[in-house]
């Protein structure tokens, strides 16, 4: 089994910047794709941004509407994805959940990070 545990989460003005953190503990050795969704109420889950870990070659994704302000990255040695976040907008205001992927894109969700972004 494999947890995943976020942080981060806040409220912020637009324009402004947060980063997510999700901690990757149990049997983690053999995730090869980390990712953050988000769903914002009255909408479906969607993909923000994806990344190969542990050797997994994989380009980063990124949903357009967040592409140039969002960053994805991953630090192996703390086995921690980050989602940094940058010029926020109410837009972005949603739930924002991290996921895990060993032999499909998602394996694992986490328990999920609110995100507001006040206008």
């Known amino acids: 089994q494999v947890q995943l545990v976020e942080s981060g989460g806040n409220l912020v003005q637009t324009g402004g910047s947060l980063r997510l953190s999700c901690a990757v503990a149990?049997?983690?050795?053999?995730?090869?794709?980390m990712s953050w969704y988000r769903q914002a109420p009255g909408k479906q889950r969607e993909l923000v941004a994806s990344?190969?870990?542990?050797?997994?070659?994989?380009?980063?994704n990124y949903a357009d509407s967040v592409k140039g302000r969002f960053t994805i990255s991953w630090d192996s040695a703390k086995d921690i994805v980050f989602l940094q976040m940058n010029s926020l907008q109410p837009s972005d205001t949603a739930v924002y959940y991290c996921?895990?992927?060993?032999?499909?894109?998602?394996?694992?969700w986490g328990q999920g990070t609110q995100v507001t972004v006040s206008s």
């Open positions: 996921a895990a992927g060993q032999s499909r894109p998602v394996d694992y």
């Open positions: 990344m190969g870990v542990r050797g997994n070659s994989m380009s980063d």
């Open positions: 149990g049997t983690r050795f053999s995730i090869r794709t």
